[in-house]
């Protein structure tokens, strides 16, 4: 069974329009309107490939209430801590004329001293029906951050292995309790070495800093140019070519659900990567965060390229 804690939750929007013109009303219709926030894509990809998963975390007000059962809707288990500010709103906007698309995130609902203190407990409750758990997104506050390192702390103690894809401080105080697997991004691994990473050479350099901090997986997402992964010994690189790219949102949120499964699994290296990649491109297929195709995953995992860097 695999755990995924959100902090931040969305109700995620997808809309159509022709064209954004500043000054004028633009008539939209909606195309989307589902459970977001990173660990809920995340469950949701996982839930798709056939992995036992519950999303946790936090939910608040109206919103919540609908991402809860949107996701029930969907077969997935959850389990959150119920907290008093509303689930914040994410709006994707798909320009048919050009075909732009932005993405515009609500800042994540606030959470309370005493519901972060309660949410512990909760999570505790949680911990022993699990074998691994993902931190999905920023805690944009240190007592939030904090949290995240105090849980991977707690479920090292209980011999669970954690994943850790976030960013800012909840990244950097993440990274500090040393769990099994940290996704990351090339700006926000720039950002927590603090120099730029122009090349493979740096980017591979600074993920093996990470590595010798303790960290098992250390897994570097760059889109197009696919994935960087070493477990300190060996380093790979996946990719895939994928052709009439229909969406980017959630491809990396896919791509994690991917190797988790793969760790769930027990297997190697190689499979962890091919199984990233493989979910990651299958998640440009298809409209929305998480909603892959199982049968495609499957048709994709041995068109990945691997190549082995060292």
């Not at 011999?159 to 769990?179: H, N």
């Not at 993920?207 to 098992?216: D, E, F, Y």
């Amino acid at each position: 069974m695999i755990l995924t804690v959100t902090v931040h939750p969305a109700l995620d929007k997808i809309i159509r329009l022709p064209r954004l013109k500043a000054a004028e009303a633009v008539r939209a219709r909606i195309e989307m309107l589902y459970a977001g926030g990173k660990g809920n894509n995340v469950a949701r990809a996982l839930n798709r490939l056939g992995v036992p998963v519950i999303a946790s975390g936090f939910q608040g007000g109206f919103t919540g209430e609908f991402v809860i059962e949107q996701m029930k809707s969907e077969g997935i288990r959850t389990d959150f801590f119920i907290c008093r500010s509303p689930t914040r709103t994410s709006l994707m906007i798909i320009e048919e004329e050009t075909g732009n698309q932005y993405a515009i995130y609500e800042p994540g609902q606030v959470v309370e001293e005493n519901e972060i203190h309660q949410f512990r407990v909760h999570f505790l409750g949680l911990l022993s029906k699990c074998n691994l758990v993902l931190f999905c997104g920023s805690g944009q506050t240190s007592e939030l951050a904090n949290l995240f390192f105090d849980l991977i702390l707690e479920a090292a103690k209980q011999g669970v292995r954690c994943g850790l894809d976030s960013s800012g401080i909840a990244l950097r105080e993440g990274v500090k309790a040393k769990p099994y697997l940290v996704k990351i991004n090339c700006e926000e691994l720039s950002e927590l070495v603090q120099k730029p990473l122009s090349n493979r050479d740096s980017q591979i350099e600074a993920m093996m800093q990470l590595s010798q901090q303790g960290i098992s997986l250390v897994a570097l997402s760059r889109g197009g140019e696919g994935l960087l992964i070493t477990d300190g010994n060996t380093c790979l690189e996946g990719k895939l070519r994928m052709e009439n790219v229909v969406n980017f949102m959630g491809c990396g949120d896919s791509l994690l659900a991917g190797m988790a499964s793969a760790i769930l699994d027990g297997e190697n290296l190689e499979m962890i990567t091919r199984r990233g990649v493989a979910c990651g491109a299958a998640n440009t297929k298809a409209i929305g965060a998480g909603f892959i195709d199982i049968k495609l995953v499957k048709e994709l995992e041995p068109k990945v390229n691997i190549h082995q860097i060292f």
